[in-house]
């Protein structure tokens, strides 16, 4: 299964725009690329996902290397809501199990 | 509700006592997984099924655990004669489609601890 390499920590001002960079340099063809994130106490929730093209939607945006080797997840405008354990994960239509790493706890500060 | 139920939310076993962990997913969801995730780490994967069908248990982590989904939508993970290194969150996800597509929906978790 293909790994991913996130750094462990990172923190970021309130209403300042966050980059979350991931590594998955083994990635397959026909891996896409998903990001979870988890805030405490509370079970992982999905942020974003995709192939090869960069990604927008509500909550953040994803912009992939061209070589598909490593991504980033773009949150706009960090809010104290933000504050979680992103998870940068690969899912393959060819097999069942979805690997979770340790994945980068964000701070906010105020 | 509209998400993925799971219960009891807390519980704690003695040493060697057997224990049965409940999940129900969204209604409709064809995918369904299991998790164990231990304090400070992320989600290790248990098992999948796909409808009532076992495809991969390759991650339940001894022969003392034991998951079911007899009819195609609620699944119950049971551990027997829990151990110490058995404590941790328990997280199932749904999800609507089969194999490794689509959104997880993931529960609140079970968190279990054993004395």
């Known amino acids: 299964d293909a790994k991913t390499t996130q750094p462990n920590s990172m923190e970021s001002n309130e209403e300042e725009p966050v980059h979350l960079p991931c590594n998955h340099s083994?990635?397959?063809?026909?891996?896409?690329i998903h990001w979870y994130r988890q805030l405490p106490s509370q079970g992982p929730e999905y942020v974003i996902h995709?192939?090869?093209s960069n990604v927008n939607n509500r909550m953040a945006s994803l912009a992939i290397a061209e070589d598909r080797k490593s991504s980033t997840l773009i949150l706009h405008r960090a809010t104290l809501r933000d504050a979680a354990v992103y998870y940068c994960?690969?899912?393959?239509?060819?097999?069942?199990?979805?690997?979770f790493g340790a994945g980068t706890r964000l701070f906010v500060k105020a | 509700g509209a998400g993925v139920s799971q219960s009891p939310r807390y519980k704690v076993a003695k040493r060697g006592q057997d224990v049965a962990l409940r999940c129900d997913p969204i209604?409709?969801?064809?995918?369904l997984f299991w998790y164990q995730q231990a304090l400070g780490q992320g989600p290790e994967f248990l098992t999948y099924?796909?409808?009532?069908?076992?495809?991969?248990k390759s991650g339940l982590p001894s022969d003392r655990f034991f998951a079911e989904r007899p009819e195609g939508s609620v699944s119950t993970l049971k551990i027997q004669r829990t151990q110490q290194e058995d404590s941790a969150v328990y997280l199932c996800?749904?999800?609507?489609?089969?194999?490794?597509?689509?959104?997880?929906?993931f529960g609140e978790g079970s968190r279990l601890t054993v004395l």
């Open positions: 996800a749904s999800s609507p489609r089969g194999a490794n597509t689509g959104e997880l929906f």
């Open positions: 083994t990635i397959s063809g026909t891996d896409y």
């Open positions: 995709g192939l090869t």
């Open positions: 994960i690969l899912r393959n239509t060819g097999g069942f199990k979805t690997i």
């Open positions: 209604s409709g969801h064809v995918s």
């Open positions: 099924f796909q409808n009532e069908a076992q495809l991969d």
